[in-house]
């Protein structure tokens, strides 16, 4: 493969994988793993349609714009151009900061992906559960390919990796799902990179809405090459290798093609997907899994606590500072990246969920207490921030020094979670979609997913966990109050 990208150009093979690989080609193990990855993203942004602030705005944006009724907008209803219903989508399904996860990772490949290609679906009508499966898993490796080429670490690029690679994850499942042709697909890749963007300016800075948005703005980008490709507009045929292409000037350079070329559309990373048991960033869950483990493994209690001390890796500082921010953060998403509040939250209750993140959950003076006790040092023998361990120690007020390192968070590959803890999980942010689903509809729909190959036309899902929308609340109406208490 290598010799051949030499020869022909990354974009080029690429877009020829994509073209050629259908779901006969997927490992059973993809399968299943894609099948839980749709039922995962599905369901937290469902839930985000009432917790997740800024999203319904951007859903009631795009009703406002109106235009051919082509799919359904996702939890809300009511249907848009297609383009419009993926951008709802998308500016939901990482609102609230649960969706998946490359295991060690830095993107979250299913939310841009999935985003683009369930409203897709709908706009064609007669999409198969077995096309569905080839696209997403397809998306999702372009996504995972992509973040794990670069050789340098996140910080030093300042890019937002999920922002940066998520437009094409989003075209190449569209693209697949249009039936694109190698010469449309490299169309849809030129254009899509000049779309390509989103810096760390929002991970250090409090307040951004732009890490919940991301998603949307990305699968939009996508999802348009994708359209203007089969329509025959051109994009630049070096979209990846080019010199001002992604892998030069985004990444400077600093990736390996191998990593991206080597057995596209043979091999596929799915199953190297990890999968969320608390709705906060990825990189605090070693240190929620770490510190959970030691309390329960110690029988400690919050008043047995005197400090708890993380030992964080380089670039660690964005979750612990300003000291008094991350400690009792304002809003919802910057909750969900202030170690000392979720660590307090999680001494406390021995969990941390949804709850916790609206005006009542982040106005806990009991979390308070105890994340006042957080100190952290930077270990420069640590990985960056966000690929890896959580080790933490806690000073007992008896004088005990506890020590716990979690190599591998709860829902990492290594420390999986199983279909049981999916669909309670799938189950619970159903409860809080804007148009609630009982246990016994979201089963159905978990029935579906896990038996999606036999599916004749996958845009049902969409309907059906949309279906009380057509005459429901409007977004904005239920998405602002929201919004404004978290």
Known sequence: MTGTANKLGATRVVAEAIAKVTYQDLP??????????????????????????????????????????????????????????VFAFGALAHQLDYDDVLGGGVVHPTAPTLSAALPMAERLGGVTGKEMIAAVALGNEMMIRLSRCVTTDLWGLGWLQPSLFGGFSAGTAAGKLLKLDADQLVDMLGLTMHQAGGTLESAYNPGSSWRGLRDGFAAKAGVTAALLAERGVPGDKQALEGKYGLLNLHLGGKCDPTILLEDFGETFSAARVGYKMWPSCAFTHGYLTAVSECVRRNGLVPDDIARITLSLGKGGEAWVE????????????????????????????????????????????????????????????????????????????????????????????????????????FKDCCRHSVHPLGDAEAQRIVDLVRNIEDMRDVGELLRRVSANGQAGQRPAERSKSVAHSI
Do not use: C
């Open 28 to 85: 059973a193990d993809v399968v299943e793993a894609i099948k839980k990855s749709i039922i995962d993203t599905l369901g937290v942004t469902l839930a985000a349609t009432t917790l997740g602030g800024d999203g319904g705005s951007v859903a009631e944006l795009v009703r406002e714009w109106g235009g051919r009724e082509e799919a359904t907008i996702l939890g809300f209803g009511g249907r848009v151009p297609v383009y419009g219903a």
């Open 322 to 425: 300003p000291r008094e921010f991350r400690v009792k953060p304002t809003t919802s998403m910057d909750a969900k990246w202030s170690l000392p509040f979720l660590l307090g939250k999680m001494v406390q209750r021995g969990q941390v969920g949804l709850e916790d993140f609206t005006s009542s959950g982040l106005n806990d003076s009991a979390a308070h207490a105890i994340a006042q006790r957080v100190d952290w040092k930077i270990d420069p023998s640590l990985p960056t921030a966000g690929t890896g361990p959580g080790v933490v120690s806690i000073s007992t007020r008896d004088g005990r020094t506890l020590s716990q390192r979690s190599e591998y968070s709860l829902g990492h590959p290594e420390n999986p979670v199983t279909w049981d803890d999916l669909i309670s999980k």
